[in-house]
Protein backbone atom coordinates (compact mmCIF):
# COMPACT_ATOMS: atom_id res chain seq x y z
CA UNK A 1 0.00 0.00 0.00
CA UNK A 2 1.14 3.51 -0.69
CA UNK A 3 2.52 5.89 1.86
CA UNK A 4 -0.60 7.81 0.61
CA UNK A 5 -2.99 5.38 0.38
CA UNK A 6 -2.30 4.12 4.08
CA UNK A 7 -2.53 7.75 5.35
CA UNK A 8 -6.07 8.15 3.71
CA UNK A 9 -6.80 4.56 5.38
CA UNK A 10 -5.35 4.93 8.59
CA UNK A 11 -7.66 8.76 8.43
CA UNK A 12 -11.24 7.33 7.81
CA UNK A 13 -10.85 4.41 10.08
CA UNK A 14 -9.93 6.87 12.65
CA UNK A 15 -13.12 8.95 12.15
CA UNK A 16 -14.73 6.06 12.54
CA UNK A 17 -13.21 4.31 14.86
CA UNK A 18 -12.01 6.54 17.39
CA UNK A 19 -15.08 6.75 19.62
CA UNK A 20 -15.33 3.31 20.19
CA UNK A 21 -11.68 2.96 20.58
CA UNK A 22 -11.80 5.45 22.95
CA UNK A 23 -14.74 3.63 25.12
CA UNK A 24 -13.51 0.70 24.97
CA UNK A 25 -9.84 1.58 26.90
CA UNK A 26 -11.19 1.14 29.85
CA UNK A 27 -12.29 -2.29 29.24
CA UNK A 28 -9.33 -3.64 27.82
CA UNK A 29 -7.25 -1.97 30.41
CA UNK A 30 -8.89 -4.59 32.85
CA UNK A 31 -8.27 -7.54 30.45
CA UNK A 32 -4.74 -8.32 30.42
CA UNK A 33 -5.17 -11.26 27.73
CA UNK A 34 -7.07 -8.90 25.31
CA UNK A 35 -4.47 -6.38 25.85
CA UNK A 36 -1.45 -9.00 25.01
CA UNK A 37 -3.18 -10.01 21.78
CA UNK A 38 -3.09 -6.21 20.57
CA UNK A 39 0.39 -5.52 22.01
CA UNK A 40 1.45 -8.92 19.74
CA UNK A 41 -0.62 -7.71 16.92
CA UNK A 42 1.29 -3.84 17.31
CA UNK A 43 4.82 -5.72 17.44
CA UNK A 44 3.97 -7.31 13.73
CA UNK A 45 2.44 -4.47 12.11
CA UNK A 46 5.91 -2.35 13.24
CA UNK A 47 7.87 -4.86 12.54
CA UNK A 48 6.41 -5.25 8.68
CA UNK A 49 6.19 -1.96 8.26
CA UNK A 50 10.21 -1.50 8.92
CA UNK A 51 10.43 -4.83 6.34
CA UNK A 52 9.43 -3.12 3.55
CA UNK A 53 10.08 0.28 3.95
CA UNK A 54 13.68 2.36 4.03
CA UNK A 55 14.17 2.90 7.38
CA UNK A 56 15.00 6.55 6.57
CA UNK A 57 12.43 6.62 4.04
CA UNK A 58 10.98 10.00 3.91
CA UNK A 59 7.49 11.13 4.86
CA UNK A 60 6.05 13.37 1.77
CA UNK A 61 6.56 17.05 1.94
CA UNK A 62 4.89 19.72 0.44
CA UNK A 63 5.50 23.04 -0.94
CA UNK A 64 4.69 26.19 0.46
CA UNK A 65 1.19 26.54 -1.49
CA UNK A 66 0.03 23.51 0.26
CA UNK A 67 0.23 25.13 3.82
CA UNK A 68 -2.84 24.96 5.72
CA UNK A 69 -4.19 28.33 6.38
CA UNK A 70 -6.21 26.71 10.16
CA UNK A 71 -4.04 24.44 11.65
CA UNK A 72 -5.73 22.91 14.54
CA UNK A 73 -4.10 22.54 17.71
CA UNK A 74 -3.73 19.07 19.30
CA UNK A 75 -3.58 17.85 22.73
CA UNK A 76 -3.04 20.90 25.55
CA UNK A 77 -3.46 24.27 24.02
CA UNK A 78 -2.40 26.20 27.60
CA UNK A 79 -0.53 24.59 30.27
CA UNK A 80 -1.35 25.52 34.33
CA UNK A 81 1.93 24.19 34.78
CA UNK A 82 3.71 27.15 37.14
CA UNK A 83 7.03 26.49 35.86
CA UNK A 84 5.66 26.29 32.75
CA UNK A 85 3.97 29.66 33.40
CA UNK A 86 7.23 31.55 34.92
CA UNK A 87 8.97 30.25 31.58
CA UNK A 88 6.13 31.73 29.20
CA UNK A 89 6.41 34.83 30.89
CA UNK A 90 9.81 35.68 30.38
CA UNK A 91 9.98 34.20 27.55
CA UNK A 92 11.75 31.59 27.81
CA UNK A 93 14.98 33.31 28.28
CA UNK A 94 15.65 31.06 31.62
CA UNK A 95 14.09 27.42 30.01
CA UNK A 96 16.19 24.60 29.03
CA UNK A 97 15.86 21.22 27.55
CA UNK A 98 17.62 18.37 29.57
CA UNK A 99 18.90 15.76 27.70
CA UNK A 100 19.94 12.75 30.33
CA UNK A 101 19.08 9.67 31.35
CA UNK A 102 21.15 7.28 29.78
CA UNK A 103 24.00 9.10 28.69
CA UNK A 104 27.67 9.77 29.28
CA UNK A 105 27.34 13.57 28.74
CA UNK A 106 23.85 14.95 30.38
CA UNK A 107 23.02 18.46 28.44
CA UNK A 108 20.80 21.49 29.33
CA UNK A 109 20.10 23.79 26.71
CA UNK A 110 18.74 26.96 26.26
CA UNK A 111 16.37 28.15 23.30
CA UNK A 112 19.11 30.00 21.78
CA UNK A 113 22.08 27.26 22.11
CA UNK A 114 18.82 24.94 20.69
CA UNK A 115 18.63 27.09 17.64
CA UNK A 116 21.92 27.12 17.07
CA UNK A 117 22.52 23.08 16.36
CA UNK A 118 22.24 21.77 13.25
CA UNK A 119 18.82 22.12 12.25
CA UNK A 120 16.21 21.24 9.45
CA UNK A 121 12.92 22.80 7.75
CA UNK A 122 9.89 20.92 6.52
CA UNK A 123 6.42 21.06 5.03
CA UNK A 124 4.57 18.03 6.57
CA UNK A 125 0.90 16.70 7.10
CA UNK A 126 0.38 16.01 10.49
CA UNK A 127 -2.28 13.27 10.65
CA UNK A 128 -4.29 13.12 14.11
CA UNK A 129 -5.68 9.85 15.06
CA UNK A 130 -9.09 11.34 15.19
CA UNK A 131 -9.42 11.81 11.57
CA UNK A 132 -8.52 15.19 10.52
CA UNK A 133 -5.03 16.84 9.04
CA UNK A 134 -3.15 19.94 8.25
CA UNK A 135 -0.14 20.75 6.35
CA UNK A 136 2.44 22.93 8.22
CA UNK A 137 6.07 24.18 7.78
CA UNK A 138 8.52 23.18 10.86
CA UNK A 139 12.08 24.22 11.61
CA UNK A 140 14.06 22.69 14.49
CA UNK A 141 16.75 21.07 15.93
CA UNK A 142 17.61 17.45 14.37
CA UNK A 143 17.38 15.00 16.98
CA UNK A 144 19.89 12.91 16.12
CA UNK A 145 23.11 15.18 16.98
CA UNK A 146 21.56 16.11 19.90
CA UNK A 147 21.39 12.98 20.95
CA UNK A 148 24.86 12.27 19.51
CA UNK A 149 26.19 15.26 21.44
CA UNK A 150 25.34 13.36 24.38
CA UNK A 151 26.33 10.29 23.98
CA UNK A 152 23.45 7.68 24.53
CA UNK A 153 25.18 4.79 26.52
CA UNK A 154 24.87 1.43 24.99
CA UNK A 155 21.76 0.16 27.17
CA UNK A 156 19.45 2.68 25.73
CA UNK A 157 16.87 2.17 23.81
CA UNK A 158 14.03 4.88 23.71
CA UNK A 159 14.16 8.45 24.13
CA UNK A 160 11.42 9.29 26.09
CA UNK A 161 9.73 13.21 25.87
CA UNK A 162 8.69 14.87 29.42
CA UNK A 163 6.59 17.60 28.63
CA UNK A 164 5.30 20.65 31.03
CA UNK A 165 1.36 19.53 29.98
CA UNK A 166 -1.03 17.76 32.33
CA UNK A 167 -4.27 16.43 30.95
CA UNK A 168 -5.27 14.19 33.83
CA UNK A 169 -4.93 15.42 37.68
CA UNK A 170 -3.41 12.27 39.62
CA UNK A 171 -2.11 11.60 42.90
CA UNK A 172 0.43 10.00 41.59
CA UNK A 173 1.67 12.43 38.57
CA UNK A 174 0.08 9.50 36.16
CA UNK A 175 -1.47 12.46 34.43
CA UNK A 176 2.02 14.86 33.41
CA UNK A 177 2.20 14.14 29.30
CA UNK A 178 4.70 11.82 27.69
CA UNK A 179 5.83 10.69 24.71
CA UNK A 180 8.47 7.87 23.66
CA UNK A 181 10.50 6.44 20.25
CA UNK A 182 12.71 4.25 19.76
CA UNK A 183 16.22 4.93 18.20
CA UNK A 184 15.09 4.57 14.84
CA UNK A 185 12.90 7.09 14.91
CA UNK A 186 15.34 9.08 16.81
CA UNK A 187 17.66 8.90 14.12
CA UNK A 188 15.10 9.36 11.35
CA UNK A 189 15.97 12.35 9.03
CA UNK A 190 12.63 13.92 9.47
CA UNK A 191 12.90 13.71 13.58
CA UNK A 192 13.27 17.04 14.64
CA UNK A 193 12.74 19.14 18.28
CA UNK A 194 10.54 22.36 16.41
CA UNK A 195 10.73 25.60 17.35
CA UNK A 196 9.31 27.85 14.83
CA UNK A 197 5.97 26.83 12.63
CA UNK A 198 5.31 28.93 9.26
CA UNK A 199 8.30 30.78 9.58
CA UNK A 200 7.93 31.95 12.87
CA UNK A 201 8.53 31.10 16.39
CA UNK A 202 6.30 28.10 17.91
CA UNK A 203 2.85 29.33 19.11
CA UNK A 204 1.71 28.41 22.77
CA UNK A 205 -1.15 26.24 21.45
CA UNK A 206 1.26 24.10 19.22
CA UNK A 207 3.70 22.76 22.11
CA UNK A 208 6.48 26.59 22.42
CA UNK A 209 9.09 26.60 23.37
CA UNK A 210 9.43 22.99 21.63
CA UNK A 211 7.56 20.11 20.68
CA UNK A 212 8.47 16.74 18.39
CA UNK A 213 8.00 16.39 14.79
CA UNK A 214 8.08 12.55 14.02
CA UNK A 215 6.68 12.61 10.98
CA UNK A 216 6.07 9.01 10.07
CA UNK A 217 3.66 9.10 13.14
CA UNK A 218 -0.09 10.31 14.02
CA UNK A 219 -0.28 13.10 15.80
CA UNK A 220 -0.17 11.90 19.38
CA UNK A 221 3.24 11.06 18.90
CA UNK A 222 4.56 14.73 18.76
CA UNK A 223 4.66 15.65 22.11
CA UNK A 224 4.29 19.42 22.82
CA UNK A 225 6.18 21.67 25.80
CA UNK A 226 9.09 19.44 25.34
CA UNK A 227 10.83 20.07 28.62
CA UNK A 228 13.35 17.47 29.01
CA UNK A 229 14.54 14.37 26.94
CA UNK A 230 15.63 10.93 28.98
CA UNK A 231 17.20 7.69 27.60
CA UNK A 232 16.04 4.48 29.07
CA UNK A 233 16.31 0.84 28.26
CA UNK A 234 12.69 0.72 29.58
CA UNK A 235 9.19 1.99 30.64
CA UNK A 236 8.71 0.52 33.60
CA UNK A 237 9.40 3.87 35.60
CA UNK A 238 7.31 5.87 33.61
CA UNK A 239 4.12 7.11 34.26
CA UNK A 240 2.03 3.36 34.01
CA UNK A 241 4.69 1.51 31.89
CA UNK A 242 3.33 1.85 28.42
CA UNK A 243 5.59 4.68 26.47
CA UNK A 244 3.25 7.26 26.67
CA UNK A 245 0.28 9.20 28.31
CA UNK A 246 -2.28 7.73 25.78
CA UNK A 247 -0.60 4.32 25.34
CA UNK A 248 -0.89 4.19 29.24
CA UNK A 249 -4.57 4.65 28.40
CA UNK A 250 -4.86 1.48 25.39
CA UNK A 251 -3.41 3.27 22.83
CA UNK A 252 -0.93 1.86 20.46
CA UNK A 253 3.04 2.68 20.90
CA UNK A 254 3.94 2.45 17.56
CA UNK A 255 1.68 4.90 15.91
CA UNK A 256 3.62 4.48 12.13
CA UNK A 257 1.97 6.25 8.72
Known amino acids: MSQFNRRGWIKGAGAGLAGLWLAACDKLNENPAALGVLRGAEGLTRRAQRLVTDRKALAREFPPAAISADFKPNGSVDPDDPAYRAHLANGFADWRLVIDGLVERPLALSLAELRAQPSRTQITRHDCVEGWSSIGKWTGARLGPLLDQAGL ?90 GGFWEDRGYEWYAGI
Do not use: W
Request: proline share 6%; net charge neutral.
Open 153 to 242: KPNARYIVFHCADSLEQTLDGSGQYYESIDLIDAYHPQSILAYAMNDRPLPVAHGAPVRLRVERQLGYKHAKYVMRLEAVEDFAHIGRGK
